[in-house]
């Protein structure tokens, strides 16, 4: 479905787990999409776990930019979200926000915007660019006053969050791409649980 949004049209999908108990809403990182291997198979652990699925498309990807200013992908989130929410009959369901690198940033930043948001998934999370730990983006994820889920490759050049109280690191192999589905499901699946009890 096409979404409205400040900054132009974005998309959305909605993969439905049948009498879902909460909603996952997943951003793509900054130059992919949703075939991403730790995409898919976050979606595929969340329907496991009875959890509908909402892909976002920034505007940006679906006007064919190659990317577009923070402000820009938090607006268009913080729109698109509730109203996919709002049309789909998924009001009232605890959220769970979540995406790849970019995406795991928005989800971050605009977390503390919803009331109903219970958990943050960080699939690739570029803790800072490559080669410049100076340039932290820590206090993005710092920010976040629910549990996260750091899903990070063992040698990422964007980095590895540490752990720390109420944020989960889970380091698998890889660099900035995760391919490995099953690690990365083995370790969304049972996070999943706990958080949503």
């Known amino acids: 479905m096409e979404i409205a949004t400040p900054h132009g049209p974005g998309r959305a999908e909605v993969h439905d787990a049948p009498g879902a108990r909460a909603v996952m809403a997943l951003g793509h990182g900054a130059g992919g999409g949703f075939v991403a291997a730790d995409l898919v198979a976050a979606r595929d652990a969340a329907l ?28 268009a989130w913080v729109v698109a979200v509730p109203a996919v929410l709002a049309a789909r009959g998924l009001d009232g369901l605890p959220l769970i926000f ?3 690198s970019s995406g795991a940033r928005v989800a971050c930043r605009t977390a503390s915007a919803f009331d109903a948001v219970v958990g943050v998934l960080c699939l690739a999370f570029p803790e800072h660019p490559p ?4 340039k932290s983006r820590m206090a993005e994820l710092e920010g976040v006053t629910v549990p996260v889920l750091v899903v990070q490759g063992e040698r990422d050049p964007f980095g590895r969050p540490p752990e720390a109280p109420g944020r989960e690191v889970v380091v698998v192999p890889g660099s900035h791409s995760i391919s490995n589905k099953t690690l990365v499901k083995g370790a969304v699946g ?3 649980e706990r958080v949503l009890g």
Do not use: F, N
Not at 50 to 68: C, D, M, S
């Open 48 to 75: 496991s776990a009875g959890v509908t699925v909402v892909t976002i498309e920034q505007p940006y990807k679906v006007a064919g930019r190659r990317v577009a200013p923070t402000e820009q992908l938090d607006a």
């Open 98 to 100: 979540g995406g790849r």
């Open 131 to 134: 080669g410049r730990p100076e």
């Open 190 to 192: 049972p996070w999943l």
